[in-house]
């Protein structure tokens, strides 16, 4: 079975090095790996086929930039000519960016049946551009491959399974890979001795294109800096020029976007994580972390149940406390909510059965 990965994105490099893996390892699969190109500095998608061990993309299509109905307009166009060229047996997508719309759009209309990894995850605000890309991916999918039991749920209650479609809980991906690479983390230069320290990441459009949010957010970081914990934060290209043209300051120890060798490490380390970012509020927890959360709403509400996962919003005072009360508490990863490290291995094996 030829299968037709599709993947562009920083996130979707982890997720799929340890899919990428399991399928290398089963007889009967062949991968074709196509990067859109929709992150494409060095230290955004490079670093992460050299770490780890990522096949070298049989197609790179280098799109990137541009708003996003010409952004997923100019990837479906050249992954249509692609998959024309190649005729894969099945597509495999991830998440919910740009690049999983559109090569589940472009899939599902040559009748190439589409897998998601990560389905059924939402965040119930259709502002967000991620949940429109995972709604529709979920639409034209046919196995529904779903991290946790609220990814089931969430999709049955959408009717999903009245439809001629497989829905799976099999784990998430991000906890596997967190689990094989935990024991290769490095410390980014410059910061072997740190520890103790807050590890804030920041890059989704809600905050970054809001500057009330933006403005805010900043405030409680250069506080937290200053009179609770030193901050460390791997600053996202976006954000770096959002806050540019803002003519905003962040007063923390700003360092460039990291490796994930290097992202663990700091996992490891942190005293609390603050973010924004979906895979980071899990690696918190995988790494036994608090985590304050920037949004209003998360996909990974069984953290917050948990009481693992603080979701502030984006409120200077809100900030600031709840780092304050949660700085250094160790949270409990007993429960096994994301599958404990089997996603990969699962995923492989249903494919080469579908
Ligand atoms: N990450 C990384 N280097 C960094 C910041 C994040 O390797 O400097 C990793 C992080 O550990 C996680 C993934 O990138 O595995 C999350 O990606 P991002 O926050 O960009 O996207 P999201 O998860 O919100 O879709």
Do not use: F, W
């Given at each position: 079975m030829k299968i037709f990965t599709i993947i562009g994105a920083r996130p979707q490099f982890i997720?799929?090095?340890?899919?990428?893996m399991a399928i290398a390892q089963k007889k009967g699969l062949t991968e074709t790996i196509i990067h859109t190109g929709q992150h494409f500095d060095s230290n955004m998608s490079d670093i992460f086929f050299d770490q780890l061990g990522i096949p070298r993309p049989d197609h790179q299509l280098d799109i990137h930039g541009g708003s996003h109905g010409e952004m997923t307009g100019r990837m479906m166009i050249e992954i249509e000519q692609v998959m024309l060229r190649?005729?894969?047996?099945?597509?495999?997508?991830?998440?919910?960016?740009?690049?999983t719309l559109a090569g589940a759009l472009v899939a599902a209309k040559l009748h190439v049946p589409v897998a998601h990894i990560e389905a059924g995850l939402r965040s119930y605000n259709m502002r967000m551009p991620e949940e429109i890309n995972r709604i529709v991916t979920d639409q034209v999918s046919d196995i529904l491959f779903c991290p946790t039991q609220t990814a089931v749920d969430n999709l049955q209650r959408e009717g999903f399974s009245q439809k001629p479609v497989e829905i799976l809980n099999v784990g998430d991906v991000m906890q596997d890979s967190a689990l094989f690479f935990a024991k290769r983390a490095v410390a980014p230069k410059?910061?072997?001795q740190a520890q103790g320290f807050v590890l804030a990441t920041l890059h989704r459009a809600e905050n970054t294109d809001d500057l009330q949010r933006l403005g805010a957010i900043v405030n409680a970081l250069n506080e937290i800096h200053q009179s609770i914990a030193p901050v460390?934060?791997?600053?996202h290209p976006r954000?770096?020029?959002a806050l540019a043209?803002?003519?905003?300051?962040l007063d923390v120890?700003?360092?460039?976007?990291?490796g994930y060798l290097e992202m663990i490490w700091l996992l490891q380390r942190a005293g609390l994580v603050l973010t924004d970012s979906g895979g980071v509020q899990k690696e918190a927890f995988f790494f036994n972390k608090a985590c304050v959360t920037v949004r209003d709403q998360t996909e990974w509400v069984e953290l917050v149940t948990l009481g693992a996962n603080v979701?502030?919003?984006?409120?200077?005072?809100?900030?600031?406390?709840?780092?304050?009360?949660n700085l250094n508490r160790a949270v409990n990863d007993s429960d096994q909510l994301y599958g404990g490290g089997q996603a990969a291995v699962r995923i492989a094996d249903h494919l080469l059965r579908s």
């Open positions: 997720k799929a090095s340890v899919v990428s190649e005729k894969p047996d099945r597509v495999l997508v991830y998440g919910d960016t740009n690049s410059g910061l072997d460390v934060m791997p600053l954000t770096r020029s043209s803002a003519g905003l300051k120890n700003v360092i460039e976007p990291v979701l502030v919003g984006a409120q200077s005072r809100s900030i600031v406390n709840a780092v304050t009360n």
